[in-house]
């Protein structure tokens, strides 16, 4: 699949549908898959900070998160199929991870709407496994990834707003060969 490079970033150019299927056999197969939603802040964002562009560069996947994405695209004559957001894609995983039994670890967003979402997800969702989460507002990262390291989660989803979701996931994909991905405000609408 052809790849559409905006502002240096390579964005995929598929439809929701075919991503979820690409990330099914990659779950399937145990594959350490670090997912960037970009909207056009975050574009806009790596375009003005180096060091924040190399680092989503290192994505597996770089999804336009926006109709900006797409619009831009559009005038730059290369245009992408569909948007495919951080909400979308999460709300995808969790049916797969219901469909599959898989195991899912959930960071970010303040404690009580976690925990919210937590039950939320656990009620709608009964057959994933919700193997563990924490809230976005720690000052010591240490317990967290040692957390995840125990429980090998398939799936962490992490909505700590960037850039510091997009740094956690490329410090720490390392401890478990699960599907990552920056998530953003995804939480605070899964808790309502
Ligand atoms: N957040 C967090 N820890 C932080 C800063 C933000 O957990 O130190 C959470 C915040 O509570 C919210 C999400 O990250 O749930 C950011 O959502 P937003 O829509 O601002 O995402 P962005 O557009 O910044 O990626």
Redesign the pocket.
Known sequence: NQKITILDLPFINTTQEKFNQELVKRLQKKLNTFIVTA?P?IAVYAHDNPAYKQLIQQADYITPDGIGIVKASQMLNKPLTERITGFDTLTSLLEIANNHSLKIYLL???PE?IQQTVQNIQQKYTNLQLVGYN???FTDKQPIVADIKEKQPNIVAV????P??EEFIARNRNISDAVWIGV??S??VLSG
């Open positions: 909207n802040e970010g967003a303040k709407i809230d976005g507002y909505a700590l707003g960037y510091k979701q953003g405000g939480f605070d």
